[in-house]
């Protein structure tokens, strides 16, 4: 029993010495860059009642929540996602509130999936979330921050793709889909099968034309030219709109001076359903999937009892921490503070010079020498903890 306890369960790791503190130094430079843009902090509970991540609001599965109940029996949830929080959490505190509100938000969220292919069922997320703007200029904001955010980090190599929900949204409103088929369709497209939705098209009874319009949305992908190419081909209003915004909001964007960073997807899709405008996504070397996610999502609040529009973004620290170490540009953790080795004779002396050296602001850690050590052991013991030097007393 004891040896099978030390062990985690599959999908959650522990992290600690050299590489936690690594990952503390990052989060730190993303809170530093949110705060930059006046970005509050605010913590919200690990679970919710489970109508917060509900079907209707359009999150997570249910099958892919941890649910549980309390002592009254309510239905509660882990967090699997911070956005729906964040939401509930504006609507509460700020209902009367007209002006933008800001938002930061850093801790765990947990998705009990069976498919991990590699990924952690808790993870580690940082993100930011605007209310009260539904402006160009916001969007612009967040996709900016977004880049700014990651170069905080020291990363170099990376491109925020940006895509746009009305644009899929026009496209199936012109071919006549109706919303079952559109849900459907979102999943083939996501997951870049155009044979499962060209097979599901087809069954449907669309003309050829319509059909070859939709899967060419599997490939609408890369520079400011792909939003001229589609500009051709679609006939709607509602997905020339979308176009439209993506080309007014890369005129922002180059303003910023953040446009190499910059590229479109107009095939890109999301398995949260609350977007309603702008989505991006941020990829880099050294990891299978996004590493920043983000979009407009302007009904959610509508929820909570809140009419009012939002965006937002969010990094998975764990998955950047993969592509930092890939790409052998994760922070250098300095060893610091001092190791103070005393006898039991000198318990006095060595309390003395460890509140002078805390005083001073230097980290000082008492250890009382066996007999069975010696001082290379000690040694050794400070440069595997990344502790600075060692003082014998």
């Known amino acids: 029993m004891s040896k099978r306890l030390v062990h985690t369960p599959e999908g959650v790791r522990d992290i600690y010495g050299l590489e936690y503190a690594k990952k503390l130094a990052v989060q730190n430079m993303l809170h530093d860059k949110f705060k930059e843009f006046g970005y509050k902090d605010i913590q919200t509970p690990s679970f919710e009642f489970f109508d917060v991540f509900g079907k209707e609001i359009g ?25 729906p929080s964040m939401a509930r959490s504006a609507a509460k505190y700020f209902m009367e509130e007209t002006l933008p509100v800001r938002f930061t938000y850093s801790g765990n969220a947990f998705t009990n999936t069976s498919n991990l292919q590699g990924k952690l069922k808790e993870t580690t997320q940082m993100g930011v979330e605007l209310f009260n703007d539904n402006s160009l200029e916001a969007d612009a904001e967040m996709i900016n921050l977004a880049v700014e955010s990651l170069l905080s980090t020291g990363l170099k190599e990376f491109q925020i793709s940006i895509g746009e929900i009305q644009f899929f949204k026009g496209l199936c409103e ?53 939003l001229v190419e589609m500009k051709n081909i679609v006939k709607n209003s509602r997905s020339l709109q979308a176009i439209e915004h993506l080309e007014k909001l890369y005129d922002v964007l180059c303003l910023y001076g953040v446009e190499k960073y910059v590229s479109f997807d107009l095939g890109m899709l999301s398995k949260y359903n609350y977007y309603t405008g702008v989505i991006f ?34 990094i998975i620290v764990d998955d950047l921490m993969i592509a930092l170490s890939s790409q052998k540009i994760a922070p250098e953790c300095e060893p610091e503070g001092t190791l103070i080795v005393y006898e039991k004779s000198n318990l ?43 003082v014998f007393l």
């Open 59 to 83: 999150t997570t599965a249910s099958k892919d929540l941890y649910k549980f109940f309390d002592k009254e029996g309510n239905t509660l949830a882990l967090r699997p996602d911070f956005t």
């Open 174 to 226: 012109e071919a006549g889909l109706d919303e079952e088929t559109e849900y459907e369709l979102r999943e083939f497209i996501s997951s870049k099968n155009t044979f499962g939705a060209e097979e599901l098209l087809v069954s449907k009874g669309l003309p050829k034309d319509k059909i070859d319009v939709l899967l060419s949305i599997s490939d609408a992908f890369g520079s400011l030219d792909v």
């Open 281 to 314: 996504k941020g990829y880099t070397y050294g990891v299978g999937d996004a590493v920043l996610t983000g979009g407009r999502y302007n009904q959610l609040l509508s929820y909570f009892g809140k009419d009012a529009a939002a965006i937002g973004f969010m």
């Open 348 to 390: 006095k002396d060595a309390i003395v010079k460890a509140k002078e050296l805390r005083k001073n602001g230097t980290i000082a850690e008492l250890m009382e020498k066996a007999t069975d050590k010696s001082k290379e052991d000690y040694e050794a013991f400070a440069t595997n903890n990344q502790i600075k030097e060692v």
